[in-house]
Structures are given as structure tokens and as C-alpha cells.
């Protein structure tokens, strides 16, 4: 039962332009959603969150979008940077808390 | 400050022995997280851990798996009498409270079972 989907295991932007990645999820219980990228051999690294209250949060290059009717949310990056190039996972929480229900991962290549 | 240390970081044991998978959470940090991550796929919860006490252990199968957090050291996760399947990365998180604050991750602790 994966109540947290990323649909889309890779995709591949070119440097300076947008990068969307998306997430879906199906328990309405989930009040809390959070962005992680990762590196091979390291752990996640925390980028942005969004509650359930809010539709967007933004913190520099890096948007998050939630849509609760829909129970989609998605991460903007703009420009992409090859640095940016990581595997991006969505993550939901219920009553804000830490115990996180992961998806399956993005790749994300960025083209010089 | 330093991060949260895992070690070791690579973990090679035979069918039938155990693990023992250690966790220094951040400076200041009580709460404790394990999560398992197999090949090309998300990371899964398993334990949830507070000093002393274990506060949720849905995630973790029934058998061969325990996590402990003791008043003084790192949180432990121990896999007893190892199967081929347990190979996976095991990556442990630590936060200040459990609400409203993010977890920050070690870099994890990749078993492989031989």
C-alpha cells in the first residue's frame, strides 16, 4: 500500500531552465509534506516543507506547491543547476510529526 | 556541531549472524528514527525511538529486529540470525521534539548480507 507516489522515476532538464517534480498521495490523514535530495552514499538532505494549511511555500530557487483536493503536491527548482542533479524524495507526515512515509524517488539529471 | 553519525558505514555480515547498527543522534537531539531504504526504492519507517523508550515500532518486522536508545550512547539497531533480504541501506534521523521540526539524517549504513 504506497500512500506516497512519485510517478515519475527520472527526469532530465537543461541547465537554466525549470525543474517540476511531482508527488501524489492518498491518505488524507498526511497534514505535513517535505522535500529531501540525495546523494549516492549519503543521506537525505532536507530542502523545503509545506503544512496542510498552505498551498505554496517558497525558499529561493526551490517552490513547493500543495494541492490538497487533489492530493498532489510538487517541488519547482528555477534556474536547474547541475548541482542540483540528486535523486528527490517526497515525504508526509501526520500531526507534523517526524515519523515520515517516504516515495519511491526522482532522478534528477540537470544537462550543462 | 557535529551531525548525525552512523557507523559503521559499511556492514558486511553471512547468513546467520547478527547486526548491530549504531546511531549518534545531533547534539541536543532525544528523537531517535530508523529507516531502511532497499535497492531503488523510497525509504521505510521502522522504529521511532526517545531516550529510554520506544515510542512507535510499526515499521519493524516482527521477528530478528529490536532498536534500542539508552540513557547513555547511541540508539542501536540489532538484526539477529541475518537473511539475504535485510541487505539494504539503514539510514537513522534525530530532531529536537517530533513536531514541527525537521529530522536530520546520518549518511546511513549500507548491510550487505553474503
Known amino acids: 500500500d504506497q500512500q506516497v507516489k512519485q510517478n515519475s522515476p527520472s527526469l532530465s532538464v537543461q541547465e537554466g531552465r525549470i525543474s517540476i517534480l511531482n508527488c501524489d498521495y492518498t491518505?488524507?490523514?498526511?497534514?505535513?509534506f517535505l522535500w529531501y535530495k540525495k546523494y549516492p552514499a549519503e543521506g537525505p538532505t532536507f530542502l523545503i516543507s509545506?503544512?496542510?494549511?498552505?498551498d505554496k511555500n517558497e525558499d529561493g530557487r526551490f517552490t513547493v506547491f500543495l494541492n490538497k483536493s487533489a492530493k498532489h503536491l510538487s517541488l519547482h527548482i528555477v534556474p536547474s543547476q547541475p548541482g542540483d542533479s540528486a535523486v528527490y524524495f517526497c515525504?508526509?507526515?501526520?500531526?507534523?510529526?517526524?515519523?515520515?512515509?517516504f516515495g519511491g524517488g526522482t532522478r534528477l539529471m540537470v544537462k550543462p | 556541531n557535529a551531525g548525525v553519525m552512523q557507523n559503521p558505514r559499511h556492514l558486511v555480515r553471512r547468513r546467520g549472524q547478527e547486526a548491530r547498527l549504531r546511531c549518534s543522534p545531533m547534539?541536543?537531539?532525544?528523537?531517535v528514527y530508523w529507516y531502511r531504504q532497499l535497492p531503488e526504492e523510497g525509504l521505510k519507517f521502522m522504529v521511532y525511538?526517545?531516550?529510554?523508550?520506544?515510542?512507535?515500532e510499526s515499521g519493524m518486522p516482527k521477528e530478528r529486529f529490536s532498536a534500542e536508545f539508552p540513557k547513555e550512547g547511541p540508539s542501536i539497531l540489532r538484526i539477529q540470525q541475518v537473511v539475504r533480504g535485510d541487505s539494504a541501506a539503514y539510514f537513522c534521523?534525530?530532531?529536537?521534539?517530533?513536531?514541527?521540526?525537521?529530522?536530520?539524517f546520518g549518511q546511513g549504513t549500507r548491510l550487505t548480507v553474503v
Open positions: 525511538l526517545q531516550k529510554e523508550n520506544i515510542i512507535d
Open positions: 534521523a534525530s530532531s529536537p521534539s517530533n513536531r514541527n521540526t525537521e529530522a536530520f
Open positions: 509545506i503544512s496542510s494549511i498552505k
Open positions: 515525504a508526509a507526515s501526520r500531526n507534523a510529526g517526524n515519523m515520515l512515509t
Open positions: 491518505n488524507s490523514m498526511f497534514d505535513y
Open positions: 547534539k541536543g537531539h532525544s528523537h
